[in-house]
């Protein structure tokens, strides 16, 4: 059963994160095309894009949010290891657990108050003074950003505790050639 919904979500979690890393690629591209742009029209032409500034934070803040959910999939964030690799194996397993649980638990309260955010400037109809642009939209980037780093939290947690009990299960039984489905 455990094996099962590792399976599940490990799948959700990478469709969810291909697909934010297709659109952080396509955020990435367009937003030096902005850059690019608006640093070649300020230049040559002497034009003044008051909104480039704004929407290119917005893409930054959208490309890093929606980015750390993608970075923890494939294991492309920052891990302290030295110390780590000296304890034993189950400790190592364990430690993990209580780690990603402490990223779980952060993630979800991250998510939450972000999400206060989002719905206090939805109710209040607050926009940027610039351009105008309702601000639920740039915290509706984050909220989900924060929701899909929850999402691959959880399912990297899940994954650790499975191999915590399938590890415990092979020290009980002697068992380290198969996961145990068969005894």
Not at 8 to 20: K, Q
Not at 147 to 157: D, E, K, P, R, T
Request: net charge positive; glycine share 8%; aromatic share 12%.
């Amino acid at each position: 059963m455990i094996q099962k919904i590792d399976s599940i979500g490990t799948a959700i979690n990478r469709w969810v994160a291909g697909s934010l890393a297709a659109v952080v690629a396509f955020l990435l591209v367009f937003w030096t095309f902005l850059i690019t742009a608006g640093l070649t029209g300020r230049a040559f032409l002497g034009w003044s894009w008051l909104f480039l500034e704004e929407y290119t934070a917005y893409f930054m803040l959208a490309s890093g949010c929606l980015g750390f959910a993608y970075a923890a999939r494939v294991g492309a964030h920052v891990r302290v290891t030295v110390a780590v690799m000296r304890l034993p194996k189950r400790a190592r397993l364990v430690l993990e657990c209580i780690v990603l649980a402490v990223c779980v638990w952060w993630a979800v309260m991250l998510t939450q108050k972000i999400n206060g955010w989002f719905l206090q400037a939805a109710a209040s109809g607050a926009a940027s003074l610039e351009t105008g642009t309702p601000q639920w939209i740039p915290y509706l980037i984050l909220v989900i950003g924060c929701a899909s780093l929850v999402l691959a939290a959880l399912v990297l947690f899940l994954h650790a505790v499975h191999v915590v009990i399938q590890a415990g299960h092979q020290e009980r039984t002697g068992d380290r050639g198969n996961d145990g489905a068969e005894s």
